[in-house]
């Protein structure tokens, strides 16, 4: 009996710590694919502004530069939206609304992201290239678009959080003044909010610049470099679509094949800095409910 | 302007992009079922695809699904449920503690296509697994495992604390403790957060692309180990792979997807409330 109890005890105890564990794995396995890319090929290339794989040339800044275009414009749309919701959500709107718009939130978390891509190709980049009156509608602005609804859930339940976490005090004691409900919410809640904010963008950006499969489908994966001021109405290509189209035609063990990796190791990166400011935030704060027994 | 004009645009400011935000995620849902319902009967839901795709149903795609959720499951889980009770249950406040927190915050944050790469290093090539069913779910289970441990931690920590107080006072030990108290009393909110990470790893296409999935084979897959057709990898193939594809059949297949991981969500979401009803601290 006692010795069962150690076992499951024991079992447990690594389990916890399995966590640590994969993420040093996946790094260490994106790192054994990926490095062998910096030696086959030269750090002009790499950081190079031409990406033609066939030829060699391995450039992956228009590949950064995408990611990061179609990532901006999808925050500079999700971020009012999904904090104006958010505000709209706990403040304004009364129960019985809150009841339908919250699972409306959850849907839209759950819808696959190849669907949403799909319905960009076929409904949405349509009406794109009407409307902007551009050559095609499979531009990185499309991707933005999907992008943002994407991040919109994320935003939306952080933002919510941190509005939430917002002293009772607080509001009332700006509504004891005079204030009125508006100027509570935009002098006294949203102020104190703001780091569950901050964090609430950062965590968009991050599930943004990560996305794959919608963003692949719609902004016209063509590997060229922002450079007119109205960049985003052409088409673009992420890293993450890039890993995915190609990933799947390359020879294993092939420069072509390490270099996909070497992106990989980016988005890694730029994910685990991203998360780890957010989270050391989180960890932080917030006192402790039930769970372990002292002593 | 007077603080109530202000107050009353800012007011009709927020509601309306609330509805902006609202609005197409209604659009969207009733677009796929008008457009796709057409397209979906029993034969395309139990026949194979034909005519290069064009023709037939999508049953094996359905099928390879089924089949990666529940690998999906069997992987992530047992080791999923233990990390959250070792967090909730055991783990002190150390600074070990809290790298597991951010590992666990990391994991959510990669993105899915670069979980694929992982899969593809080390199931596929590294143990030699092959694009198959079981790396493809091995992949699936460590991307689902961050949902599942932090809904199944928060579930452990709404069991009130004087149930474990009472139960250890009564001389239980403490695994006796977790074992008849608490994990009972968590099951359901467990149970919503295992449900919820499945509906997520069910409509991934990123984190199979190298692992498991096939873009067509004429038969079911008959071990673990062969490779299988999924409904996410199969709309993408047939919505930009596939030349003269007949749309009302993409539509149906995103209908069926659509469909399948939304059911889930219901799952969860009618276990979430009943329990809540019922729950008496």
């Given at each position: 009996m006692r010795n069962r109890e150690f076992v499951i005890e024991a079992l447990i105890r690594v389990a916890g710590f399995s966590a640590i564990f994969f993420v040093v794995l996946i790094f260490l396995f994106l790192m054994r694919e990926g490095v062998p890319a910096f030696w086959e090929t030269s750090a002009g290339n790499f950081f190079?502004?031409?990406?033609y794989p066939n030829e060699?040339?391995?450039?992956t800044l228009p590949l950064i530069l995408g990611s990061l275009l179609v990532t901006l414009g999808a925050v500079v749309i999700a971020l009012p939206l999904g904090l104006a919701t958010a505000v709209f959500i706990r403040e304004l709107a009364p129960g019985w609304l809150r009841e339908i718009l919250k699972p409306l939130v959850e849907i839209l978390a759950g819808i696959p992201s190849v669907v949403l891509g799909f319905l960009g190709m076929v409904a949405v980049s349509p009406l794109v290239r009407e409307w902007?009156?551009?050559?095609?509608?499979?531009t990185a602005f499309t991707g933005s678009l999907m992008l943002a609804y994407m991040s919109l859930p994320t935003i939306i339940s952080v933002a919510d959080d941190a509005i939430d976490a917002v002293p009772k005090a607080h509001r009332d004691g700006a509504l004891a003044l005079g204030a009125t409900h508006w100027q509570t919410i935009w002098r006294v809640v949203l102020p104190a909010a703001r780091s569950g904010v901050i964090i609430a963008v950062m965590l968009g950006i991050g599930r943004a610049i990560g996305e794959t499969m919608a963003v692949m489908m719609v902004t016209g994966n063509a590997a060229r470099i922002?450079?007119?001021?109205?960049?985003?109405?052409f088409p673009a290509r992420t890293m993450t679509a890039t890993i995915a189209a190609e990933m799947g035609e390359v020879a294993q063990g092939s420069t072509h094949y390490h270099v996909l990796f070497a992106v990989g190791i980016l988005l890694f990166a730029v994910t685990f800095v991203i998360n780890a400011i957010a989270s050391l935030v989180v960890i932080k704060g917030g006192p402790r409910r039930g769970g372990r027994l002292m002593g | 302007m007077s603080r109530q004009t202000s107050q009353r645009i800012a007011f009709a400011l927020l509601t309306f992009l609330a509805i902006v935000v609202m609005v197409p995620i209604v659009l969207v849902v009733a677009y796929i079922i008008v457009q796709g319902i057409g397209a979906v009967n029993w034969e395309f839901l139990t026949s194979f695809p034909r005519n290069g795709m064009k023709e037939g149903g999508i049953l094996p795609a359905v099928i390879g699904t089924v089949l990666l959720t529940f690998g999906t499951a069997i992987a992530s889980i047992p080791l999923a449920v233990g990390a959250a009770i070792y967090l909730s249950?055991?783990?002190?406040?150390?600074w070990l503690t809290r790298s597991i927190r951010l590992a666990i915050i990391n994991l959510a944050g990669i993105p899915s296509v670069v979980y694929g790469l992982f899969g593809l290093g080390l199931f596929v090539l590294f143990l030699g697994l092959g694009t198959s069913i079981v790396a493809g779910s091995l992949t699936l289970g460590l991307m689902t495992m961050p949902v599942v441990i932090s809904t199944a931690e928060e579930a452990l920590l709404s069991v009130p604390q004087r149930f474990r107080v009472v139960s250890r006072s009564l001389g239980a030990s403490r695994w006796q403790t977790i074992r008849q108290v608490v994990l009972p009393n968590a099951l359901p909110g467990m149970l919503t957060g295992v449900i919820l990470g499945l509906e997520r790893a069910a409509g991934e296409t990123a984190p199979i692309l190298f692992t498991v999935a096939a873009f067509y084979l004429p038969q079911l897959p008959k071990s673990p180990l062969d490779q299988t057709m999924a409904l996410p990898y199969h709309l993408y193939v047939i919505a930009?792979?596939?030349?003269?594809?007949?749309l009302e059949i993409q539509y149906g297949t995103a209908l069926v997807l659509l469909v399948l991981v939304l059911s889930l969500n219901v799952v969860a979401t009618v276990i979430r409330s009943r329990f809540r009803r019922r729950r008496q601290w």
């Amino acid at each position: 009996m006692r010795n069962r109890e150690f076992v499951i005890e024991a079992l447990i105890r690594v389990a916890g710590f399995s966590a640590i564990f994969f993420v040093v794995l996946i790094f260490l396995f994106l790192m054994r694919e990926g490095v062998p890319a910096f030696w086959e090929t030269s750090a002009g290339n790499f950081f190079g502004e031409r990406w033609y794989p066939n030829e060699d040339l391995f450039g992956t800044l228009p590949l950064i530069l995408g990611s990061l275009l179609v990532t901006l414009g999808a925050v500079v749309i999700a971020l009012p939206l999904g904090l104006a919701t958010a505000v709209f959500i706990r403040e304004l709107a009364p129960g019985w609304l809150r009841e339908i718009l919250k699972p409306l939130v959850e849907i839209l978390a759950g819808i696959p992201s190849v669907v949403l891509g799909f319905l960009g190709m076929v409904a949405v980049s349509p009406l794109v290239r009407e409307w902007l009156n551009v050559p095609t509608g499979l531009t990185a602005f499309t991707g933005s678009l999907m992008l943002a609804y994407m991040s919109l859930p994320t935003i939306i339940s952080v933002a919510d959080d941190a509005i939430d976490a917002v002293p009772k005090a607080h509001r009332d004691g700006a509504l004891a003044l005079g204030a009125t409900h508006w100027q509570t919410i935009w002098r006294v809640v949203l102020p104190a909010a703001r780091s569950g904010v901050i964090i609430a963008v950062m965590l968009g950006i991050g599930r943004a610049i990560g996305e794959t499969m919608a963003v692949m489908m719609v902004t016209g994966n063509a590997a060229r470099i922002p450079q007119e001021w109205n960049a985003l109405f052409f088409p673009a290509r992420t890293m993450t679509a890039t890993i995915a189209a190609e990933m799947g035609e390359v020879a294993q063990g092939s420069t072509h094949y390490h270099v996909l990796f070497a992106v990989g190791i980016l988005l890694f990166a730029v994910t685990f800095v991203i998360n780890a400011i957010a989270s050391l935030v989180v960890i932080k704060g917030g006192p402790r409910r039930g769970g372990r027994l002292m002593g | 302007m007077s603080r109530q004009t202000s107050q009353r645009i800012a007011f009709a400011l927020l509601t309306f992009l609330a509805i902006v935000v609202m609005v197409p995620i209604v659009l969207v849902v009733a677009y796929i079922i008008v457009q796709g319902i057409g397209a979906v009967n029993w034969e395309f839901l139990t026949s194979f695809p034909r005519n290069g795709m064009k023709e037939g149903g999508i049953l094996p795609a359905v099928i390879g699904t089924v089949l990666l959720t529940f690998g999906t499951a069997i992987a992530s889980i047992p080791l999923a449920v233990g990390a959250a009770i070792y967090l909730s249950e055991y783990a002190r406040d150390t600074w070990l503690t809290r790298s597991i927190r951010l590992a666990i915050i990391n994991l959510a944050g990669i993105p899915s296509v670069v979980y694929g790469l992982f899969g593809l290093g080390l199931f596929v090539l590294f143990l030699g697994l092959g694009t198959s069913i079981v790396a493809g779910s091995l992949t699936l289970g460590l991307m689902t495992m961050p949902v599942v441990i932090s809904t199944a931690e928060e579930a452990l920590l709404s069991v009130p604390q004087r149930f474990r107080v009472v139960s250890r006072s009564l001389g239980a030990s403490r695994w006796q403790t977790i074992r008849q108290v608490v994990l009972p009393n968590a099951l359901p909110g467990m149970l919503t957060g295992v449900i919820l990470g499945l509906e997520r790893a069910a409509g991934e296409t990123a984190p199979i692309l190298f692992t498991v999935a096939a873009f067509y084979l004429p038969q079911l897959p008959k071990s673990p180990l062969d490779q299988t057709m999924a409904l996410p990898y199969h709309l993408y193939v047939i919505a930009t792979q596939v030349p003269g594809m007949p749309l009302e059949i993409q539509y149906g297949t995103a209908l069926v997807l659509l469909v399948l991981v939304l059911s889930l969500n219901v799952v969860a979401t009618v276990i979430r409330s009943r329990f809540r009803r019922r729950r008496q601290w």
